[in-house]
T-cell receptor, first 116, second 112 residues
Framework: GAVVSQHPSWVICKSGTSVKIECRSLDFQATTMFWYRQFPKQSLMLMATSNEGSKATYEQGVEKDKFLINHASLTLSTLTVTSAHPEDSSFYIC????????????FGPGTRLTVT | QQQVKQSPQSLIVQKGGISIINCAYENTAFDYFPWYQQFPGKGPALLIAIRPDVSEKKEGRFTISFNKSAKQFSLHIMDSQPGDSATYFCAARDTGANNLFFGTGTRLTVIP
């Protein structure tokens, strides 16, 4: 299957600072990338969808100014959590769709964010 | 509103047994149904997927059964192994939408 990487795998930051998470599709081109958030023992919650070169589409209830998403190329998307607060602590997972395989969607290994 | 309903929430199976996880949906526009396996602290991994033009798909020990008229699909894990212990998510997407709708997940424990 296709490989999606995320960096960093875990990060600890202080309240009020910003954190950037990178998501890369390593062996395929992804016109669409997705960002999810997952709380312990819960399902994945879609935060936003981004298409290469376009602004991200955010799900209802997700603050656009807090979670900045950039999808500058077919292999890279970034999520920046701005002015992080302890309630932003979570497991963030990116996902990418392979344009050569219309339906399949692959997930990254996730990033554990802890805000102190 | 939960677009995809998944059951059971948790499942304990003896090694060598069959694990069965069920999902149901309402949106008849859904036409892609993947299953993902997730280990603690890891991202979901695509396990197997089916489209509604077939009623069953098998890959190794994993089989998806699909019932279009009942709007249900299920994952069967044959000869379950302790290494299969993980959380399994079903999902669905329609061609008009861009994202997957996930079930709530099933935590599978296979005991030796």
């Amino acid at each position: 299957g296709a490989v999606v990487s995320q960096h960093p795998s875990w990060v600890i930051c202080k309240s009020g600072t910003s954190v950037k998470i990178e998501c890369r599709s390593l062996d395929f081109q992804a016109t669409t990338m997705f960002w999810y958030r997952q709380f312990p023992k819960q399902s994945l919650m879609l935060m936003a969808t981004s298409n290469e070169g376009s602004k991200a589409t955010y799900e209802q209830g997700v603050e656009k100014d807090k979670f900045l998403i950039n999808h500058a190329s077919l292999t890279l998307s970034t999520l920046t959590v701005t002015s992080a607060h302890p309630e932003d602590s979570s497991f963030y997972i990116c996902s990418a769709r392979d344009i050569s395989l219309f339906y399949e969607q692959y997930f990254g290994p996730g990033t554990r964010l802890t805000v102190t | 509103q939960q677009q995809v309903k998944q059951s059971p929430q948790s499942l304990i199976v003896q090694k060598g047994g069959i694990s069965i996880i069920n999902c149901a949906y309402e949106n008849t526009a859904f036409d892609y149904f993947p299953w993902y396996q997730q280990f603690p602290g890891k991202g979901p991994a695509l396990l197997i997927a089916i489209r509604p033009d077939v009623s069953e798909k098998k890959e190794g020990r994993f089989t998806i059964s699909f019932n279009k008229s009942a709007k249900q699909f299920s994952l069967h894990i044959m000869d379950s192994q302790p290494g299969d212990s993980a959380t399994y998510f079903c999902a669905a997407r329609d061609t008009g939408a861009n994202n997957l709708f996930f079930g709530t997940g099933t935590r599978l424990t296979v005991i030796p």
